[in-house]
């Protein structure tokens, strides 16, 4: 096969899975919104469960076909990060139910500067100062479209400032995994997914109670409102594969500009679906604003200096002489 039916190759096969990633991104952030706000399944954390179990059920197939391999995690590892991970689904499901979904995809854009604060503070990263302008940037656009998106309320905040912070430390967490015991993506997710299905779908009907005051068991489900629980099952298996798909074939920045194009589309087809409530002149320049922030982010920290680990570095001690020392036979033996 030449290079160029090779680059041709690599160039739809890039296409496919960008186009896949985008799909079921939108797809899931569309269905769930319509599953809760029109047919009233305001279930998200027993939902989310159900979602883990199908993605259980993947991995599970993957691992029968070979295509995951046997590899171990520690039991506390794994309790702190499906903690995080928890949290951070739940979080983000409840904000998508207690906010519009302009605010939600904002609340996610300033995951990166909670990011970078982490790494800052626990792994002594520094950032150039086009780095740091173009998360002022996000800061100011994400602040303009707080105080004027009128759908927010306090808790839908406090969702919201839960699920960043979480999904923060979980991504965190995901990398640490990964470096201390070499585990692949698919790995971490065999690992992880069952956990997660196991603990979700048993707290996840409390936890629904506690927030909604209604039971998952006594809801009527009819056929338009369970064909939507599968079909958001099976778009949130496509999602995840297809993360794990694009961030094995793309770069970091470019898995970032996917994320803007996201935002974009779910901003429009929520204010298409869902109404145009809260939208104004502010409003969009934030959204603008912050998402140009995000660009140049991704930019500015992908050139040499923008973004760079630096080691602490250890105090050095001269090495004693040991040439005017006697050796006898006996120690060079032993030695």
Request: aromatic share 12%; glycine share 8%; hydrophobic share 50%.
């Amino acid at each position: 096969m030449s290079s160029a039916s090779k680059g041709e190759r690599k160039a739809a096969i890039d296409a496919a899975s960008w186009l896949f990633n985008v799909v079921t991104s939108v797809g899931i952030i569309m269905v769930n919104k319509a599953l809760m706000a029109k047919y009233g399944f305001t279930f998200a954390t027993t939902l989310t469960g159900l979602h883990f179990a199908m993605t259980t059920l993947l991995t599970t197939f993957l691992k029968w076909l070979g295509y995951i391999q046997n590899t171990s995690l520690p039991l506390p590892d794994l309790i702190k990060f499906v903690l995080f991970a928890n949290f951070s689904i739940v979080g983000m499901n409840v904000s998508l139910m207690w906010n519009s979904v302009g605010f939600y995809q904002i609340a996610k854009l300033s995951m990166i500067p909670v990011s970078c604060f982490l790494e800052v503070v626990l792994d002594n990263v520094r950032y150039s100062r086009d780095t740091k302008l173009s998360i002022t940037l996000v800061l100011v656009g994400v602040a303009v479209c707080t105080v004027t998106d009128v759908s927010v309320n306090a808790k839908g905040f406090l969702a919201a400032v839960v699920a960043v912070w979480s999904t923060a430390l979980q991504q965190y967490y995901v990398h640490f995994l990964q470096r201390k015991y070499s585990l692949g993506s698919f790995n971490l997710l065999g690992h992880t997914a069952p956990a997660q299905a196991t603990s979700l779908l048993l707290l996840g009907p409390f936890v629904d109670y506690w927030l909604t005051s209604k039971r998952v068991d006594a809801f009527n489900y009819g056929l338009a409102s369970t064909f939507f629980i599968i079909l958001s099952c099976c778009i949130a298996v496509g999602t995840n594969l297809s993360q794990f798909i694009c961030i094995g074939r793309f770069t970091a920045v470019t898995f970032q500009v996917l994320g803007h194009m996201k935002t974009i589309l779910v901003l429009i087809l929520g204010f298409l679906l869902f109404g145009k409530e809260g939208l104004n002149l502010q409003v969009v320049l934030g959204m603008i604003v912050a998402i140009l922030g995000m660009m140049w982010y991704g930019n500015a920290s992908s050139k040499p200096g923008g973004k760079e680990r630096r080691s602490l570095s250890l105090p050095t001690t001269k090495s004693p002489d040991y040439s005017a020392l006697p050796v006898s036979p006996e120690s060079d033996e032993k030695v």
